[in-house]
């Protein structure tokens, strides 16, 4: 089992332009949630996605959208980057309709510049 | 608001010693559940305990165990006999459904276990 696996894994990107993350959930799970973790920070969740639309969705502005596959997969789209969107960008999968932990990857390292 | 509250940036340990990590938290829900979770430098979130939140007994998972008080809504984590690997971040994060799920993270204690 490879667990939740993001790719890639450092980015570095300039501002104003758009950037894709991608994870593949952990085997068996079709929920994806995304975090975004500012250095020194806890995670922030961003959204969850299940049956290939957004269930839920936390305080992040419309340049934060996703999308998730028939297999599950998710990616992460940011438009218009700002130097503040630098962090780590987790995906954590997990099992809906259950309350569970969910399962993180290692993240995707986005630097701004 | 949904909040989770650790006030204590940063702590150290002795190795083989014990050590208690705080956590608050607010929220208005009834049904929910309480994690610890561990990251380490490899950045990877790795779970340390969870607690169900409509069970009284305390969970326990070998050297790790929580003290849940749900009325003061406190949720603190005991590290007993600490090993050097411990040093880490830990979040304390409490998850509830609204629709989907959705886990709210505190803002971490950083533990350095010295030798």
């Known amino acids: 089992d490879a667990g939740v696996t993001q790719s890639p894994t450092h980015l570095i990107k300039t501002r104003g332009q758009q950037v894709t993350l991608r994870c593949s959930p952990k085997s068996g799970h079709d929920t994806v949630s995304w975090y975004q973790q500012a250095l020194g920070q806890g995670p922030q969740f961003i959204f969850q996605?299940?049956?290939?639309?957004?269930?839920q969705r936390g305080n992040f502005p419309d340049r934060f959208s996703g999308h998730q596959f028939p297999n599950y997969s998710s990616e992460l789209n940011v438009n218009a980057l700002l130097l503040g969107d630098s962090a780590l960008y987790l995906c954590?999968?997990?099992?809906?309709?259950?309350?569970?932990?969910?399962?993180f990857g290692q993240g995707t390292r986005l630097t701004v510049v | 608001a949904q909040t989770v509250t650790q006030s204590q940036p940063e702590m150290s340990v002795q190795e083989a010693e014990t050590v208690t990590l705080s956590c608050t938290y607010d929220?208005?829900?009834?049904?929910?559940?309480l994690f610890w979770y561990k990251q380490p430098p490899s950045r990877q979130m790795i779970l340390v305990i969870r607690q169900e939140a409509y069970k009284q007994q305390n969970a326990t998972e070998n050297r790790f165990s929580v003290n849940f008080q749900k009325a003061a809504k406190s949720f603190s984590l005991k590290i007993s006999d600490s090993q050097l690997g411990d040093t880490a971040m830990y979040f304390c994060a409490f998850q509830i459904r609204t629709g989907g799920f959705k886990t709210i993270f505190g803002a971490g204690t950083r533990l350095f276990v010295k030798a």
């Open positions: 954590a999968s997990s099992l809906r309709g259950v309350f569970a932990e969910a399962f």
């Open positions: 929220t208005s829900e009834s049904n929910y559940y």
């Open positions: 996605y299940y049956e290939e639309e957004e269930r």
